[in-house]
């Protein structure tokens, strides 16, 4: 078994405002953290990877396929791999949450 601590992990600005945290990885799926600024946007993108997540700070806006989706404090979701996708933090507060991805997302173009 592989334990990981978020505090011993570093954030990584993916975009302005948006700070993603790799942390565990298994053989079928990965597990990030995700803390997203007032005012910050994560632009339109899609990955192969099946992403289910869990805001449990805040509010987020998803924007797919020309529909807004709230996904608000204590909410989950998931996104079809493929699926082209964005998201807003339209709050005053920061939207802090995790995302599970499978397969496992372990080299994501925002990593270092």
Do not use: C, K
């Not at 011993?8 to 993916?14: L, S, V």
């Not at 946007?41 to 020309?66: C, I, K, M, N, W």
């Not at 933090?89 to 496992?104: A, L, Q, Y």
Request: proline share 7%; net charge negative.
């Amino acid at each position: 078994m592989d334990s990981t601590a978020l505090s011993d992990r570093g954030a990584t600005e993916a975009v302005d405002g948006v700070f993603l945290t790799q942390l565990a990885a298994g053989e079928r799926m990965s597990i990030q953290h995700f803390h997203i600024e007032p005012g910050a946007t994560v632009p339109e993108h899609s990955h192969r990877h099946e992403q289910a997540g869990f805001v449990y700070a805040s509010a987020l806006t998803f924007l797919v396929d020309g529909e807004e989706f709230v996904i608000e404090e204590n909410d989950s979701y998931s996104v079809p791999g493929g699926e082209p996708h964005a998201a807003e933090n339209r709050t005053d507060n920061p939207v802090r949450g995790i995302d599970v991805f499978s397969p496992p997302r372990t080299d994501p173009d925002w990593q270092d």
